[in-house]
Every structure is written in C-alpha cells, then in structure tokens.
C-alpha cells in the first residue's frame, strides 16, 4: 500500500469548514483512498473513501486531485465534536492489509 | 446488540501470565483484524483474518497467538504477556470488498 503523509496538526475555528491534506504520490491504479478518525479514547470511525472522482457524504467530502497524488477531506462546518485524530490511509480494494495507519492529522476545532 | 464488541475494556494482569481478549462481531464480517495502539504511534496490526479458520501476521505479531473457528469471533491471546505488550487493543472487522471498517471500543491492557 502507498505511504501517505499528513501535517501533525491543524486548528480550525468552529463553524468553518475544516481542510485536511493528504499527500499520496506513490499511489497505485488500484488504490483507494480512505479517512477515518478517532476521537480520544474510541475505537476508529470510518467517514469516507473515493478512488478518483470527489465524494460526499453526510460527514465530509473528499476531493482527489486528477494525477490521484494527493486529496482533501472537508468537513463543512466543523463542530468541537470533530476534534479528532484523522488518518489518510491509501489501500487497495480487497486487500486483507488493507487498513494501515500511519499518525494521522490532530484536527482541533477552537471556539 | 448489533455491532461488535471488545472484552474485557480494560485488563490488569502480571507478567508472564496467559491472557485472551475477546472480539465479537454481529454482521458475519469476512475481515477481521488485531490492532495495538501506543503512545506516540498509531494503530499497528498484529493480525488479520480473511475467514473462518485463515489468519495471518500483520506488522508487529511476535507474542500474540489469534484463531478464528467462527466467524463472528477473533479472540486475541498473549501467551505469556510482557511489559512491553501494555497497550490499547482494538479489534476491527469489515466485509472486505469496498466496504468500511467497524471498530470495536478497545481494551486496556496492562502488564504489570
């Protein structure tokens, strides 16, 4: 799987809407790109995952750049809820390894 | 309930004892896997299974032993637990095809 690589942290005032890098250069054809974050203490929560066209959700949206190189996970109005722990993992479908974090982006939302 | 479900959340034992951390699944998930969490990095596989009676190593699975012989559960053993295996344990399962992952809550461990 590509490695990816995310800024340690970032703020974000509540009400705006949070921008979350992720840079995957060595990702392959058949690499998906997955979010998940964790909020202190829990296990994991899935938001989101996309191959080459942008995505949406209820939670966020993902943009992935044309050369598949690098993405964004927004999140449109982020509440102190959001503050998390969020990680950028590029993985092939199907893959039984498919899921291999890295350290992952501290998003704090401020008041 | 549905879900899946981790046991016991948290865990004292001494060193060198046998322990067994449980994980239970409701949705007949094909994958499951063992993750550890440590301070300072993130979530580390220690194994993975693809089904019933299939398992298989992930990056750090040196004093772990798994097995699988249903689907819905994933128990997790160190044989004779260290130190050093003190840690935060999450248990995750996902169907596998294009589909998210599930986490349970995580247990606690400390060896003592």
């Known amino acids: 799987d590509a490695k990816t690589t995310q800024p340690t942290s970032m703020d974000c005032a509540e009400g705006r809407a949070a921008n979350l890098p992720c840079n995957h250069s060595?990702?392959?054809?058949?690499?998906?790109v997955y979010w998940y974050r964790q909020i202190h203490s829990q296990g994991p929560q899935y938001i989101i995952h996309g191959l080459k066209n942008n995505e949406t959700n209820e939670m966020a949206s993902l943009i992935i750049t044309e050369d598949r190189k690098s993405s964004t996970l927004i999140l449109p109005h982020a509440t102190l809820r959001d503050t998390a722990v969020y990680y950028c993992?590029?993985?092939?479908?199907?893959?039984?390894?498919?899921?291999?974090f890295g350290s992952g982006t501290q998003l704090t939302v401020l008041p | 309930d549905a879900g899946i479900t981790q046991s016991p959340r948290y865990k004292i034992t001494e060193t060198g004892r046998q322990v067994t951390l449980m994980c239970h699944q409701t949705w007949s998930h094909s994958y499951m896997f063992w993750y550890r969490q440590d301070l300072g990095h993130g979530l580390r596989l220690i194994y993975y299974s693809a089904a019933a009676d299939i398992t298989d190593k992930g990056e750090v699975p040196d004093g772990y032993v798994v097995s699988r012989s249903k689907t819905e559960n994933f128990p997790l053993t160190l044989e004779s637990a260290t130190r050093s295996q003190t840690s935060v344990y999450f248990c995750?399962?996902?169907?596998?095809?294009?589909?998210?992952?599930?986490f349970g809550q995580g247990t606690r461990l400390t060896v003592v």
């Open positions: 993992i590029a993985s092939r479908l199907g893959s039984a390894r498919q899921l291999t």
């Open positions: 995750a399962s996902t169907q596998g095809v294009n589909t998210e992952a599930f």
């Open positions: 060595t990702i392959s054809g058949n690499e998906y």
